[in-house]
């Protein structure tokens, strides 16, 4: 029944928030020699997880439908992850926009939620001005002041970026907002990294990935760049696809000593 399938997923999130993983940070995820970081001469940084966060929309679902906000948010955004890696695969792209409305949509309906235009609209507007994590100006400033260049290469379409940027007052201290829209295909394509090298106009060791999701971390390491994983919850290990992070941090503001010099 369509009421047990919510119960489940219901219970699913909830038992994924209490259950922290037992493994530790795998030994792989060890540093590259440091003169590689001294050639950094760019960062580019995810934007969804990385600069903002994206279950800051979780207040504005709970006043929306009590009680289904968290399940919402968390299924909402696992569908968003999964329809843009599926259209990738298929070969049949959607701007970031869409497919986030497609993903609440999706959300929505497996928890049996009256998702009315005006409530959608809410929430889908609310991407615009998702909340920043502490850490990211005061990381982006000093960065600035050490001469880096600085940008967001992300899935986001460009609309989206813009804006959440400018509304966590970082769109001054950017260089660049790249959006996957100039090659109409997602991460973990090689071919968004690349986007990005073209871009920022420095060769492949001069730029530094930054990401808290780690299977983009892997992607970036595959297509031949420095990474560096924020890893936001200490708990999470990274994932198992083989390109480990060149370092591995809790915060963007450890990231200006790993490249001063």
């Known amino acids: 029944m369509r009421t047990e399938r919510r119960d489940f997923i219901r ?81 049949r792209h959607k701007d970031f926009w869409q497919v986030t409305q497609d993903a609440l949509s999706y959300a929505a309906k497996s928890l049996e939620l009256d998702l009315t235009a005006a409530r959608r609209d809410r929430l889908m507007e609310a991407y615009l001005t998702l909340a920043a994590f502490p850490d990211v100006r005061p990381g982006l400033e000093s960065l600035k002041s050490q001469g880096v260049k600085l940008a967001i290469l992300s899935n986001g379409e460009p609309r989206m970026l813009q804006a959440a940027a400018a509304s966590a007052g970082i769109d001054t201290l950017l260089d660049a907002i790249i959006s996957v829209e100039d090659v109409k295909i997602f991460k973990v394509s090689p071919r968004v990294y690349q986007l990005g090298l073209e871009r920022l106009e420095v ?3 001069g730029l530094g990935f930054v990401s808290s999701n780690s299977w983009d971390i892997n992607g970036a390491a595959s297509a031949g760049l420095t990474t560096f994983w924020i890893q936001r919850n200490a708990a999470e290990p990274p994932e198992e696809l083989g390109f480990a992070a060149d370092r591995v941090v809790s915060a963007i503001t450890d990231l200006p000593p790993l490249v001063r010099g």
């Open 203 to 205: 060769g492949r060791t």
């Open 11 to 91: 219970a699913c999130v909830a038992t994924a928030a209490t259950v922290s993983p037992a493994r530790a940070i795998a030994a792989a995820v060890a540093a590259q020699p440091a003169d590689r970081l001294g050639r950094i001469e760019a960062f580019a940084f995810d934007a969804y997880g990385t600069l903002f966060d994206v279950f800051s929309v979780t207040a504005l679902c709970e006043e929306l439908f009590p009680g289904d906000g968290r399940a919402l948010a968390q299924v909402w955004r696992v569908k968003q992850l999964q329809y843009s890696l599926l259209r990738s695969l298929m070969g």
